[in-house]
């Protein structure tokens, strides 16, 4: 379904995305996401809340004063059962990480969830991995059976080359996501030379 309404028309792929204040918590107003859960947090201030609370940081991506879109970013761990980097002389099995905690985005916003994406992977590769370290980007998809079809943001992810932290996982699941996580380097080296 093409969008409609206050973004009709409107191409996001390009859009500057900002860092959120407190100034813009006021955007929300007609937001709408395909996950009730992504609204209420933004509605209810828990974003805010959880800024303060040095939980987490939020990007957005705005039209006017609409919210197309927006990004929660925080520290996290890679543990996994292999040895991801051993070509590398690295013999560890947990990494340092940047986990994208939410990513919401209107549903008539068209292109806002993939340049929140983009922009947050470049933002990584550049100005965090020059840091501190940070090796993977992790994410834990939305797995939600009891839509129809069932809802499964892991797709979305694969595009961008994210793999799965446990590929064998059998569905259904037992927590309502699907781990997954990206090597953050091939892009730097792309980035940064």
């Excluded at 937001?31 to 974003?47: A, D, H, I, M, S």
């Excluded at 197309?68 to 947990?94: C, M, P």
């Excluded at 470049?122 to 809802?151: C, H, K, M, Q, W």
């Amino acid at each position: 379904m093409p969008p409609s309404g206050k973004f009709s028309g409107i191409n996001f792929a390009e859009f500057p995305v900002e860092k959120f204040t407190s100034e813009l918590s006021g955007l929300g107003q007609g937001f709408r996401c395909n996950r009730p859960e992504f609204v209420t947090y933004w509605k209810q201030g828990r974003v805010q809340r959880d800024i303060n609370a040095l939980l987490c940081q939020c990007w957005v991506i705005k039209h006017g004063d609409a919210l197309a879109g927006y990004i929660t970013l925080f520290a996290d761990k890679l543990s996994v059962g292999e040895r991801l980097l051993q070509e590398e002389g690295v013999q560890y099995q947990t990494f340092p990480a940047v986990k994208i905690g939410l990513l919401a985005a209107d549903s008539r916003a068209r292109g806002a969830g993939r340049r929140l994406l983009e922009w947050s992977l470049e933002y990584i590769a550049i100005d965090l991995a020059e840091s501190l370290g940070v090796r993977f980007v992790t994410v834990d998809a939305l797995y939600d059976p009891d839509t129809n079809p069932p809802y499964d943001a892991s797709g979305f992810y694969k595009q961008f080359g994210f793999n799965f932290v446990n590929p064998n996982e059998v569905l259904p699941l037992s927590v309502p996501y699907r781990t997954m996580y990206l090597d953050i380097k091939p892009i730097m080296d792309l980035l940064v030379g």
